[in-house]
């Protein structure tokens, strides 16, 4: 029996097809690729989000004084909503420290502090306490540390009960927001 | 057994044309399937984005109206639909229940329950989160 290879027509359609299904199997592999970078960049903004704002309301919760003044809402006139806000920790009652959230650039911060005066740097005491010639006292940072990144916009609106919005970005945005009350805050409502 | 012999006699024969048309397309259609895969999982994603965004919204309605005192918070009251942001609909319920059985009561028994909704659209239609909390008369 006479040996037969392929002819040139042969290979070479063979190979086109090889081409073509091979070049398909890359096309599907480039999209998969691309959509699993694409998702995990979403799923980088949810998670900060949820970080962001679960950190917050388990803090702001026990809050039992606001440092920073807010609007009641996002809309009112010549007062926007800070990006930044403190308050008296509720965590542990003795200590007198404080919490500020603020934004810097694309981070969160979450900053742990006490106020104390220069004659007695020692005593922590409340923000609005003045001394005898009436000054305020001194702010001392115990830490200063990133919790989200991410972020494009956070905001802080309400009274006691205080509605946190938090605006994320990377290729694509998504907005957290829900409302928090500060139980141990006197004011409306009790 | 002479069967089996015109087989093997014909081992260098390979495959039709047909044949192979047949596996190709096989090959593209379990493709597609697994291909198909894909957009799912992102809608997947997307609804548990959704998801959790409802559940903030309703959890600021309920943080709301627990910050006020039990007798300010009128009880047989349906704070209706409505759009609290785009994609976003949220439905508030509070009625008197019965401190033993949990069911709606028509009297003031010590207790009253707020149930809030909220509704989403998702690929397979409209989603909803559901909280309800408990308050208690003391």
Same mark, same amino acid.
């Given at each position: 029996m006479q040996k037969k290879g392929f002819t040139l027509i042969e290979l070479l359609i063979a190979l086109a097809c090889g081409v073509l299904i091979f070049g398909g199997i890359l096309a599907i592999f480039s999209?998969?690729?691309?959509?699993? #970078?694409?998702?995990?960049?979403?799923? #980088?903004?949810?998670?900060?989000?949820?970080?962001?704002? #679960?950190?917050? !309301?388990?803090?702001?919760?026990?809050?039992?004084?606001?440092?920073? !003044?807010i609007p009641l809402t996002d809309t009112t006139q010549g007062f926007p909503p800070p990006s930044s806000f403190e308050f008296l920790d509720g965590h542990d009652p003795d200590s007198l420290t404080y919490l500020r959230y603020h934004l810097e650039g694309t981070l969160l911060y979450r900053e742990l502090s006490y106020y104390s005066f220069p004659t007695d740097p020692q005593t922590h005491v409340p923000v609005i306490l003045l001394d005898l010639d009436g000054n305020p006292p001194g702010k001392t940072v115990v830490e200063d540390v990133i919790i989200a990144e991410n972020l494009a916009n956070i905001e802080f609106f309400g009274d006691k009960t205080v509605t946190i919005r938090v605006t994320l970005q990377n290729d694509s945005m998504v907005i957290y927001q829900t409302s928090i009350t500060a139980r141990n805050v006197p004011g409306s409502g009790d | 057994?002479?069967?089996?012999?015109?087989?093997? /006699?014909?081992?260098?024969?390979?495959?039709?044309?047909?044949?192979?048309?047949? /596996?190709? =397309?096989?090959?593209?259609?379990? =493709?597609?399937?697994?291909?198909?895969?894909?957009?799912r999982a992102i809608g997947v994603n997307r609804v548990a984005e959704k998801s959790t965004r409802a559940t903030?919204?309703? $959890?600021?309605?309920?943080? @709301?109206?627990?910050?006020?005192?039990?007798? /300010?918070?009128?009880?047989? @009251?349906?704070?209706?639909?409505?759009?609290? *942001?785009?994609?976003?609909?949220? $439905?508030?319920?509070?009625?008197?229940?019965?401190?033993?059985?949990?069911?709606? /009561?028509?009297?003031?028994?010590?207790?009253?329950?707020?149930?809030?909704?909220?509704?989403? $659209? *998702?690929?397979?239609?409209?989603?909803?989160?559901?909280?309800?909390?408990?308050?208690?008369?003391?």
């Amino acid at each position: 029996m006479q040996k037969k290879g392929f002819t040139l027509i042969e290979l070479l359609i063979a190979l086109a097809c090889g081409v073509l299904i091979f070049g398909g199997i890359l096309a599907i592999f480039s999209l998969a690729r691309i959509a699993l #970078e694409r998702e995990g960049r979403r799923a #980088e903004l949810n998670q900060n989000g949820r970080i962001a704002i #679960e950190r917050i !309301s388990r803090e702001l919760r026990q809050a039992e004084a606001f440092v920073t !003044s807010i609007p009641l809402t996002d809309t009112t006139q010549g007062f926007p909503p800070p990006s930044s806000f403190e308050f008296l920790d509720g965590h542990d009652p003795d200590s007198l420290t404080y919490l500020r959230y603020h934004l810097e650039g694309t981070l969160l911060y979450r900053e742990l502090s006490y106020y104390s005066f220069p004659t007695d740097p020692q005593t922590h005491v409340p923000v609005i306490l003045l001394d005898l010639d009436g000054n305020p006292p001194g702010k001392t940072v115990v830490e200063d540390v990133i919790i989200a990144e991410n972020l494009a916009n956070i905001e802080f609106f309400g009274d006691k009960t205080v509605t946190i919005r938090v605006t994320l970005q990377n290729d694509s945005m998504v907005i957290y927001q829900t409302s928090i009350t500060a139980r141990n805050v006197p004011g409306s409502g009790d | 057994m002479s069967n089996v012999k015109c087989q093997w /006699s014909n081992v260098n024969a390979g495959f039709t044309l047909i044949e192979l048309i047949v /596996s190709v =397309a096989l090959l593209v259609f379990l =493709a597609m399937g697994v291909g198909q895969i894909f957009p799912r999982a992102i809608g997947v994603n997307r609804v548990a984005e959704k998801s959790t965004r409802a559940t903030y919204f309703a $959890q600021a309605e309920l943080e @709301t109206i627990l910050a006020t005192e039990y007798v /300010s918070i009128t009880a047989d @009251t349906t704070y209706p639909r409505h759009t609290i *942001s785009p994609g976003y609909d949220r $439905q508030t319920v509070v009625n008197y229940i019965d401190p033993v059985t949990l069911a709606v /009561s028509s009297s003031d028994q010590g207790l009253k329950r707020i149930t809030t909704t909220v509704y989403y $659209q *998702s690929i397979s239609g409209e989603r909803t989160v559901v909280l309800s909390v408990i308050i208690a008369n003391h």
